[in-house]
């Protein structure tokens, strides 16, 4: 599976634009052709223009065809952001128009240059590209909405995180405002960068660090959570569902001082919700802004959570090595990545 880089996603040209070009280069192969020939040299021109215009054409769609990440190749979790950002059934569909103008442009191009080819009339030859460029352009017009629409995803899709699903991901979850962020900015090396949730106004923080050469993603979960399971949308669950395939472990963050605002019970609740919708994931509960609590040990007494302060630094290098030895427990995958104590004549 390949990492999306969705800031990486190139730009699109609008049908005026691409014509230009596609015309552009046309024109310049023309001039290139010698011939002393009036008939022949006419032929090789207006043959040669058709020809590089539609290359052009068909080398630019179908190199964004191809730039544009695939949806059958996208990781489940890809696959719901770009659903709930653009949909993927428009995604599909607006690729596919790319494709299809490709393949036309090309038929019509054979066609014209297998017509000029046996003509023997200069003035004709000049129609008929004439017409080709027409039919042509008028394909390309016909697939702007689709272009336009590729502009546009690619502002929505430029603002997703990218996630590398080969890669451990520590999915930060809990109530609004327990400190996720705060967390995820002291455990990250550097600072988290910001994406969004297409369905959400808050931004999500994407953080990593890296421990005994392994690299551990942090994903936040703002607003995601914050509303009962039945007011949900479709899409918003999509997204909930696909952090389950991403996450190696989900970080619960509780705030027992009940600073951010949400009594304990609610918290508790919201616990019991994730719990139950990621089953599968291994679940990881914290005690948050122990400063609060007065707490400095590491664990609180009280709950036996560990217990951290993200402002504070309490408690964040036994947390990082506990999620490490969690995720590492659960990881028989990499022949790298040996138990701690063991080692490797061959490595070093
Ligand atoms: N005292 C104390 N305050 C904290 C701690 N961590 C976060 N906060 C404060 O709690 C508030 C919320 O922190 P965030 O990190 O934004 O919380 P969040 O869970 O990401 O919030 P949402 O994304 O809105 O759900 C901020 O005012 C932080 O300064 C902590 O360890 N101790
Ligand atoms: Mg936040």
């Not at 290359?55 to 065809?65: C, S």
């Not at 430029?158 to 962020?181: F, H, M, Q, W, Y």
């Not at 960068?193 to 931004?203: E, L, M």
Request: aromatic share 6%; charged share 25%; with cysteine.
């Amino acid at each position: 599976m390949t990492v999306v880089i969705w800031k990486k996603l190139p730009t699109v040209l609008l049908s005026d634009e691409l014509l230009d070009k596609a015309f552009r280069r046309a024109t310049k192969a023309k001039d290139s052709v010698d011939d002393s020939d009036r008939l022949f040299r006419t032929r090789k021109q207006m043959i040669r223009m058709i020809q590089s215009a539609s290359d052009v054409l068909d080398a630019t769609l179908k190199g964004y065809v191809s730039k544009w990440p695939s949806l059958d190749k996208q990781s489940e979790f890809d696959r719901a952001l770009i659903n709930a950002s653009v949909g993927c059934d428009a995604y599909r569909h607006h690729l596919s128009n790319l494709q299809w103008a490709s393949n036309q442009a090309m038929t019509i191009a054979k066609k014209y240059e297998t017509q000029i080819d046996r003509m023997m009339n200069v003035d004709g030859m000049h129609v008929r590209r004439r017409e080709a460029y027409g039919r042509i352009s008028s394909i390309i017009d016909q697939i702007n909405p689709s272009l336009l629409w590729l502009n546009r995803a690619r502002d929505q899709l430029r603002k997703l995180p990218s996630i590398d699903t080969s890669e451990p991901c520590i999915v930060v979850a809990g109530s609004p405002n327990v400190g996720k962020s705060a967390l995820i900015g002291v455990l990250s090396s550097n600072e988290p960068d910001v994406a969004a949730y297409p369905f959400t106004t808050k931004q999500l923080h994407v953080g990593h660090f890296t421990e005994r050469r392994r690299r551990y993603q942090l994903v936040d979960t703002p607003g995601l959570l914050d509303r009962p399971m039945d007011e949900r949308n479709k899409i918003e669950m999509q997204a909930i569902v696909a952090l389950e395939h991403i996450g190696s472990i989900v970080l619960f963050l509780l705030d027992p001082a009940e600073h951010g605002g949400t009594p304990m019970e609610s918290q508790q609740n919201l616990l019991a919700e994730v719990a139950s919708f990621l089953p599968q994931t291994p679940l990881l509960v914290v005690d948050g802004k122990a400063d609060l609590l007065n707490i400095d040990t590491g664990v609180n007494p009280v709950s036996g959570h560990l217990c951290i302060s993200a402002t504070e630094g309490y408690g964040i290098e036994q947390l990082r090595a506990e999620l490490v030895e969690r995720i590492g427990a659960d990881d028989i995958g990499d022949p790298l990545n040996l138990p701690e104590g063991w080692h490797r004549s061959d490595i070093n």
